[in-house]
């Protein structure tokens, strides 16, 4: 029987989870060069050292912390595997993991931290990518070289592929919400967008028979 102690303990956030949680607040807060390893650990109310024996560097961190958005924001497991579904489904769902991935208020926050201290912190913008946009693009060419296998479609560069179909769907609205220029588009209006970009996908990719 579960003791009421191991219930709470259960319940507890671990000692990764604060540091990543307190990391993530800071760097919205402050930005990634004036946060120090010693803010952190004070915010998560754990020592310095605890910091380093789950984290190298600053850099490990936030790359640990857009694994972590990227899981809960998009809803999506990179390692789970794709539905045997028709393509048109298949890219519409991925599409929609990726558009409520990146037009997040807090990922487009994280967006702009690296685009403001990537020229100081070069490293930033590396693990930035690694953690986020290369793990999508992946799974995405996945997918689309199956189906170049298949002949299901014609993708004989599945990477440029996946830039593409990405730079579709990503481009009406990520910029523009970047730079505070406008507002979330609504479900309605990205399922709109997306249909297109989906259509003109899977039509460009036909294979000539």
């Given at each position: ?60 961190l936030f790359a640990a912390i857009m694994g972590d958005m990227c899981r809960i924001i998009s809803g999506s497991n990179p390692d789970e595997p ?36 990537n020229a100081t912190f070069p490293e930033l913008g590396k693990a930035f990518w690694k953690a986020g946009p290369e793990v999508m693009k992946d ?71």
């Amino acid at each position: 029987m579960t003791t009421t102690a191991e219930k709470l303990k259960a319940a507890s956030p671990s000692k990764r989870e604060l540091i990543v949680a307190a990391a993530r607040k800071l760097f919205l807060e402050t930005g990634f060069g004036s946060t120090s390893m010693d803010a952190i650990a004070s915010e998560a109310g754990v020592s310095k050292r605890t910091v380093y024996s789950h984290f190298q560097n600053k850099e490990q961190l936030f790359a640990a912390i857009m694994g972590d958005m990227c899981r809960i924001i998009s809803g999506s497991n990179p390692d789970e595997p794709i539905p045997d579904e028709k393509p048109e489904l298949v890219l519409k769902v991925i599409g929609l993991h990726i558009l409520h991935s990146v037009l997040q208020h807090e990922a487009l926050d994280v967006f702009r931290v690296v685009l403001a201290e990537n020229a100081t912190f070069p490293e930033l913008g590396k693990a930035f990518w690694k953690a986020g946009p290369e793990v999508m693009k992946d799974y995405l060419a996945g997918y689309l070289s199956e189906l170049d296998q298949r002949g299901v479609l014609s993708v004989p560069d599945p990477d440029m592929a996946a830039f593409q179909f990405m730079g579709m769907i990503k481009w009406p609205y990520h910029i523009r919400l970047l730079f505070g220029a406008g507002d979330l588009p609504t479900e309605a209006e990205l399922e709109a967008a997306l249909d297109q970009a989906v259509s003109v996908f899977v039509n460009g990719t036909k294979p000539n028979r």
